[in-house]
């Protein structure tokens, strides 16, 4: 009997031996898989820093160059602005019509920007422009009841 129960307990420790190979080849393989995700990340990562300083330098160099030819307004709070407003404000604009402009000086002028026949705007020098553009509307109490 003694030999019997030695027996047992040496084929449970064999399976309990396989049990713990089992899991560790899991662990293993689990571990390379999450080694190789993270190298990925990490690469990803590092090719988009790459792409960043060389999107950031292209845009340097885009700004640089608009400002070479621009020509300052030293007088204005705002830098250069223009500021336009319609001709009529309640006019109907179709696609084919061009919007008529005029312009509204607060005694700041920007040699920039010119405005001709009141319905396009041609700015002189070459570069990249940021725009804000406001588009604001009064509704009259009591018309639209």
Not at 27 to 56: D, K
Request: glycine residues 6%; contains cysteine; proline residues 3%.
């Amino acid at each position: 009997m003694a030999q019997a129960e030695v027996f047992e307990i040496g084929v449970e420790q064999g399976q309990m031996l396989q049990v713990l190979m089992r899991h560790c080849q899991t662990m293993r393989r689990q571990e390379t898989r999450l080694r190789l995700a993270t190298a990925g990340l990490l690469a990803t990562f590092f090719a988009t820093l790459v792409w960043l300083q060389f999107h950031q330098q292209n845009t340097t160099e885009a700004f640089a160059g608009a400002q070479q030819g621009a020509v300052t307004t030293e007088k204005s709070p705002l830098g250069q602005t223009v500021h336009l407003e319609t001709l009529s404000p309640t006019d109907a604009c179709l696609e084919q019509q061009p919007i008529k402009w005029r312009r509204v000086d607060y005694g700041y002028n920007s040699p920039d920007f010119s405005l001709e026949d009141q319905t396009v705007l041609y700015v002189v020098s070459k570069g990249l422009y940021l725009i804000n553009l406001r588009i604001s509307y009064r509704i009259v109490y009591g018309f639209l009841t």
